[in-house]
């Protein structure tokens, strides 16, 4: 049930029959922000060989372990996923949020093992690329090769920038502002409004990606709620005054 559910957010309810789903890179419609974006019929099909399996993860499941070897990259379909790492004396730091169409893993390049643990925030379907033959296919395909090196390029960038708001003593406007901008933001990329957002994490999840805590995170929303900024129903997030959300990022002000 759960492969159906998720799948039927992909293509559309309104496909749904009894038979399986056979998903493809080709009818995906995160394919323009994936790797498929930049591949020829042919080719496409030479990178579909290679994706072993689409898997399903219902909420909280484990998708991979913090130091565990590194096999494959991942690309998300539908739902979301957050990256941590846990330190020796047992604290948990959230490192990264990933959203449909967006790829992750790469972490793991450089060691042969994964540097986080990634966790499904809700029920999500990825698409598992084994790396070695993506590193294969990309010698022989140049233009998956210029694809993969720019969506890299491009996380690297966004999370920089995110980060850059998150440094010590950034007050907790700033850094709320620049999370619900980036969720705004990648929700536009994939042709979905970008004033109606529904946010990825758990309040507590937000605060420990901000370094912020719980009520300060639960204090800023109400904040930006009660000036008429936005307006927030549990998860449900409605953008209604762009500029002055913006404002705090944007202000040299402390």
Not at 35 to 59: C, G, K, N, Q, V
Not at 91 to 106: A, D, M, Q, S, V
């Amino acid at each position: 049930m759960l492969h159906h559910k998720v799948v039927a957010e992909l293509i559309g309810s309104d496909l749904l029959c009894s038979h399986e789903f056979h998903l493809s890179c080709d009818t995906c419609r995160m394919r323009a922000m994936c790797l498929p974006a930049a591949l020829d019929p042919h080719h496409l099909d030479s990178l579909e060989d290679i994706i072993e399996i689409r898997r399903t993860l219902e909420s909280g499941d484990t998708l991979y372990e913090q130091n565990e070897n590194f096999t494959s990259i991942y690309a998300i379909l539908t739902g979301s996923v957050k990256t941590y790492t846990t330190h020796e004396d047992g604290w948990t730091r959230i490192t990264g949020c990933h959203l449909p169409g967006e790829i992750f893993g790469f972490s793991g390049i450089d060691t042969n093992f994964y540097r986080s643990t990634a966790r499904a925030l809700e029920d999500t379907l990825v698409c598992e690329i084994p790396f070695d033959e993506l590193e294969d296919l990309c010698r022989k395909i140049p233009d998956l090769q210029s694809r993969l090196l720019h969506l890299m390029s491009q996380r690297m960038v966004e999370d920089h920038e995110l980060a850059a708001q998150f440094l010590h003593k950034r007050p907790a406007r700033k850094r709320i502002a620049a999370f619900i901008m980036s969720v705004s933001t990648r929700a536009a990329r994939r042709g979905e409004p970008g004033m109606e957002l529904r946010l990825p994490m758990s309040r507590t999840d937000i605060g420990n990606y901000l370094g912020i805590t719980l009520e300060t995170v639960c204090r800023e929303l109400s904040r930006l709620e009660k000036n008429g900024i936005i307006t927030l129903n549990k998860r449900e997030l409605t953008i209604l005054d762009l500029p002055r959300l913006r404002e705090p990022i944007c202000s040299s002000e402390p």
